[in-house]
């Protein structure tokens, strides 16, 4: 039996895919620094570390084939634009040395999870953007830490394949989204952020919902079953190349709002406030996706925003109950 390490188990994409690899006769040790919020987790091992600390490397990593490389300190816009020095340090040090154990430890192959926000600014400028290929990385100017730490990180992987003969393979997120998902308190992306305020506006009846910018920023958003299974495929796949993982429907913020208010059934009065955007538009290019592993993501955005904002709504109703008992 493979034995897996999920690094980042105690977070949205981890504890998802720790379930899969359960499902499929995995082995899953998992690590973070917290347990899963809303559900138990299923991992047969799980192991609180901070992963920034080469010891807590060396532990999590030990008797491990196979590492899905997912823990790191990052949320939606408000906090990946307001916190590049802590973003870059903590990332940095996690990534780092969880590679660094993985060679120490002869794991077989590891998987590190990246991002859309590698991508260069220059080629986001407008809400129409073209859809970003994987060799549009360079010349590298993204926008924030965030991204710059992951790229560098998507580096090392590749010396480290490179000198070292650790199979990596490397996939870069485009806007990962579905229930048992941050909904609140700063770090929540935009998805669960609209759910969230769309059904505070039907609970409470003030239709008033507030989105940053004009909400014209375009963005493509994947529903997290698609994510797990397209992390399986890559994982077993011979691709070694980094790979756009999103679904390459894209869509404005308040499009996005729209679809949200119709799931729930009201009318909302959108309300555009100052904050951070992020880029302008961006979209996936998933024509190497589907040549690398024969597969894109299939569930449409309308669906998984249904089964996201039901889930979100009992949350909200529930929190709402407990204030007030
Ligand atoms: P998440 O915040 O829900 O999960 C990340 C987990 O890492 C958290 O549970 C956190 O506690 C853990 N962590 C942070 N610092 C740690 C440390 N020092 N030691 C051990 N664990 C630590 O985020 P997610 O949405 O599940 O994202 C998973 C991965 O995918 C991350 O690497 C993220 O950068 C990447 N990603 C996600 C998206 C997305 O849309 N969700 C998009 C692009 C990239």
Not at 17 to 22: D, H, I, M
Not at 107 to 112: E, P, S, T
Not at 236 to 254: E, H, K, T, Y
Request: proline share 4%.
């Amino acid at each position: 039996m493979t034995r897996t390490l999920v690094t980042g188990a105690g977070g949205f994409i981890g504890h998802w895919l720790t379930s899969y690899l359960r499902s499929r006769g995995y082995w899953v040790r998992g690590v973070d620094l917290v347990h899963p919020e809303y559900e138990p987790g299923k991992a047969n091992e799980f192991e609180i570390l901070d992963l920034r600390s080469m010891d807590a490397c060396l532990r999590a990593t030990r008797g491990i084939d196979e590492v899905y490389a997912l823990a790191s300190d990052m949320g939606g816009m408000g906090f990946i634009s307001g916190n590049h020095s802590q973003i870059a340090f903590n990332n940095t040090m996690i990534d780092f040395q969880t590679l660094e154990a993985a060679r120490v430890n002869r794991v077989r192959r590891f998987l590190y999870t990246s991002t859309a926000c590698v991508y260069p600014e220059y080629l986001q400028l407008s809400a129409g953007a073209a859809p970003l290929k994987e060799s549009d990385v360079y010349p590298a100017q993204p926008q924030d830490a965030y991204g710059w730490e992951k790229l560098t990180m998507e580096r090392l992987c590749e010396h480290y394949r490179d000198d070292y003969g650790i199979e990596t393979r490397l996939v870069r997120f485009h806007n990962i989204f579905g229930p048992l998902g941050t909904w609140r308190g700063g770090r929540e992306k935009v998805p669960a952020a609209l759910c969230q305020k769309v059904a505070m506006a039907k609970l409470t009846g003030d239709p008033r919902v507030e989105s940053w910018g004009d909400g014209e920023q375009t963005r493509s958003f994947c529903y997290i079953e698609d994510c797990v299974e397209g992390l399986h495929l890559l994982m077993r796949s011979s691709w070694r190349d980094p790979l756009n993982l999103g679904q390459d429907r894209m869509i404005s913020i308040n499009g996005l709002c729209d679809i949200v208010a119709e799931i729930a059934g009201i009318r909302v009065e959108k309300v555009h406030v100052p904050g951070p955007q992020g880029v302008r538009g961006r979209n996936s290019d998933n024509t190497l996706l589907r040549q690398a592993l024969g597969w894109s993501p299939s569930i449409p955005l309308e669906d998984g925003l249904a089964r996201t904002y039901a889930w979100i709504e009992k949350q909200v109703a529930e929190a709402r109950a407990t204030a007030a008992a």
